[in-house]
């Protein structure tokens, strides 16, 4: 059912405006306010830390969820990938909620965590696109992505439908907690699916810029700071599994702390500048690679662009910028794929849920 797509990939890349409408419409009550099921919210109030456990691309949504959780709602919130805390469970809080993000709901390392949390009595929540998967089945609750089924192997809309869904359920509980927020989350998120239609509608610009910076190159680097920082390491991962160009999303200023001594030449550097508060420091930070060098490709959010940015993001919110910045990043990975001859939906030595720990 890829109609006249050539890759589900690009197909799901496409579906990300609908995906967050449908999210909209689904945690939507009649009365036009955001709402999830009463006893997750209850479950999150009883807490005093939630514990994110997620892996791979679920892993990078689950750092944008601590922003949300902790600066949105007031929650400490600490994210852990699934495989290492199993065996090297950190000390818990007091009343820990654990929340398990997984698109598949099938994802082994996960799992095993679930089942350990589950003996030890605690409450969990499986953030999942799949009802009925074993994490949802097994975990106290389940809050639904929506996204629809996700076939290719690299996750896109998944990931953005996760971030979508940490927002809605941190400003849900923000209000139940009787705080004002300066944002309504409904509107914004309209304004963002707008934006990322816009986007997906650009995707000559993308398969440009992959072409420019990624047609031969043997690695790249992905940089951001603050939740830029996140949304890169998420960028460097597509790039990896489907285009197998050695990638890594790193934080701007910690460069220059050794891995600068990898910049040659030419070496693309993708920045993303959406936080207008760090936006000058990531211009620095890219100015130090060039020095060396490197080849840079500036994303930045409208409104705080400047000349010679390569590619500039319809503006939204700031606290939503993640889901509109990952997706050029999806587009310029899928484009390197495709000029490199990568098998696109099904990279090599991958499958789309990790069943084995
Ligand atoms: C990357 C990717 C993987 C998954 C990871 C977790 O594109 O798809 O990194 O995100 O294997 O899978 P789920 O979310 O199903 O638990």
Do not use: W
């Amino acid at each position: 059912e890829k109609g006249t797509y050539p890759h589900y990939m690009l197909k799901e890349i496409d579906e990300q405006p609908a995906v967050i409408r449908k999210i909209i419409q689904a945690y939507q009550n009649e009365q036009g306010e955001l709402e999830i099921d009463p006893a997750i919210l209850k479950a999150l109030q009883d807490a005093d830390r939630l514990y994110i456990i997620a892996a791979g691309t679920s892993y990078h949504g689950g750092l944008i969820g601590k922003e949300y959780f902790e600066k949105i709602a007031g929650i400490p919130v600490e994210v852990h990938i699934s495989s290492e805390f199993g065996y090297n469970m950190p000390l818990l809080s007091e009343k820990p909620i654990f929340m398990f993000l997984t698109q598949s709901g099938e994802t082994a390392d996960s799992r095993q965590v679930l089942v350990k949390i589950k003996k030890l009595g605690y409450p969990t929540i499986t953030m999942t696109n799949v009802p009925g998967s074993t994490l949802s089945r097994e975990a106290d609750h389940t809050l639904l992505l929506h996204a629809g089924p996700e076939i290719a192997v690299a996750s896109t809309k998944a990931y953005v439908a996760q971030v979508a869904v940490l927002m809605v359920t941190a400003s849900v509980y923000a209000l139940a907690q009787g705080k004002t927020l300066d944002y309504d989350a409904v509107k914004e998120l309209g304004i963002v699916a707008n934006a990322v239609q816009a986007i997906v509608d650009s995707k000559e610009e993308m398969e440009e810029i992959a072409k420019e910076f990624l047609a031969t190159t043997r690695n790249a680097f992905f940089i951001g700071r603050n939740v830029d920082f996140y949304v890169s390491q998420e960028g460097a991962l597509k790039l990896k599994e489907i285009s197998y160009i050695q990638a890594e999303g790193f934080a701007g200023g910690e460069l220059k702390h050794g891995t600068i001594a990898l910049i040659e030449d030419g070496t693309p550097i993708i920045a993303l500048a959406t936080q207008k508060a760090v936006s000058l420091n990531i211009r620095g930070n890219v100015k130090e690679v060039v020095a060396r060098g490197a080849n840079p490709c500036i994303i930045a959010m409208e409104g705080h662009e400047e000349e010679g940015d390569r590619y500039v993001l319809p503006k939204v919110n700031e606290l939503f910028a993640p889901l509109v910045a990952v997706i050029p990043l999806q587009l310029i990975s899928y484009y390197a794929a495709l000029h490199r001859d990568c098998d696109v939906d099904k990279p090599r030595n991958l499958a789309k849920s990790v069943t084995v720990e």
